[in-house]
């Protein structure tokens, strides 16, 4: 199981514009065990996983996101990010680390456990 890490942070989406756009993720460093990626799946809809993956549990195998998908770079299980992180292909059989996404006003998301 990955490590719970305690967390919180906050992303200007003015800033971040591609998370207003359903479909795409960003990674962000630094937060939760190997960092953190929030995922677009419909406008004011997100999803938040860590992105260590679940087979490879360390932090140098991340999970490296591209719009709805994630491939670990060291198994190359690949997870679905939509509805829950789980993996589609690979030896990973545990969904990716959900976290809790919420908006704070129409241009700040909070993102934490």
Excluded: H, M, W
């Excluded at 997870?79 to 704070?104: E, T």
């Amino acid at each position: 199981q990955v490590p719970s890490v305690p967390f919180s942070f906050t992303i200007n989406l003015t800033i971040a514009n591609e998370l207003t756009i359903p479909g795409n993720s960003l990674f962000f460093p630094g937060a939760g065990y190997g960092g953190v990626i929030v995922y677009c799946e419909l406008p004011d809809s997100y999803y938040a996983f860590d992105a260590t993956c679940t087979y490879e549990i360390n932090q140098t195998c991340k999970v490296v996101n591209s719009g709805v998908l994630g491939e670990c770079k060291c198994c190359k299980s690949q997870y679905i990010l939509l509805g829950g992180g789980y993996p589609a292909k690979g030896p990973a059989a545990a969904p990716l680390r959900q976290y809790s996404v919420s908006k704070v006003n129409n241009v700040t998301l909070r993102v934490y456990n």
